[in-house]
């Protein structure tokens, strides 16, 4: 069963840059695609970006597409979102999460939350203008 925490959230200034990171426990996670969500205030959870159990592909979702980056070290049991040029609309509490699929390939349908059956409980991230 793997386990995700998530680190790196904070009050950063508009325009500024953050790295979130992701440990995840258990010997499986290099078998697994991981993703990045957010929810701001009274608002869905929404898609951030995804990354293939390799690391060789990544989709973004277009708000954050060219300001974020998503990479992982099997090594270390880490996934990271590099964040920059940040907006205030990127406010929100950020997740990572396991996607269900062994192995599998990554696209436009790893942008929805029943594709994950692991969470973590998320760090809060606020920009300000």
């Known amino acids: 069963q793997v386990q995700l925490v998530e680190s790196g959230g904070g009050l950063v200034q508009a325009g500024g840059s953050l790295r979130l990171s992701c440990a995840a426990s258990?010997?499986?996670?290099?078998?697994?695609?991981m993703g990045w969500f957010r929810q701001a205030p009274e608002k869905e959870r929404d898609f951030v970006a995804v990354?293939?159990?390799?690391?060789?592909?990544?989709y973004y979702a277009d708000s954050v597409k060219g300001r974020f980056t998503i990479s992982r070290d099997n090594a270390k049991n880490t996934v990271y979102l590099q964040m920059n040029g940040l907006k205030p609309e990127d406010t929100a509490v950020y997740y990572c999460?396991?996607?269900?699929?062994?192995?599998?390939?990554?696209?436009?349908?790893?942008?929805?939350?029943?594709?994950?059956?692991?969470w973590g409980p998320g760090t809060q991230v606020t920009v300000s203008s």
């Open positions: 999460a396991k996607h269900t699929s062994l192995l599998g390939v990554i696209g436009s349908t790893s942008t929805r939350p029943t594709r994950y059956d692991t």
């Open positions: 990354i293939n159990w390799s690391g060789g592909s990544t």
């Open positions: 258990g010997r499986t996670f290099s078998s697994y695609a």
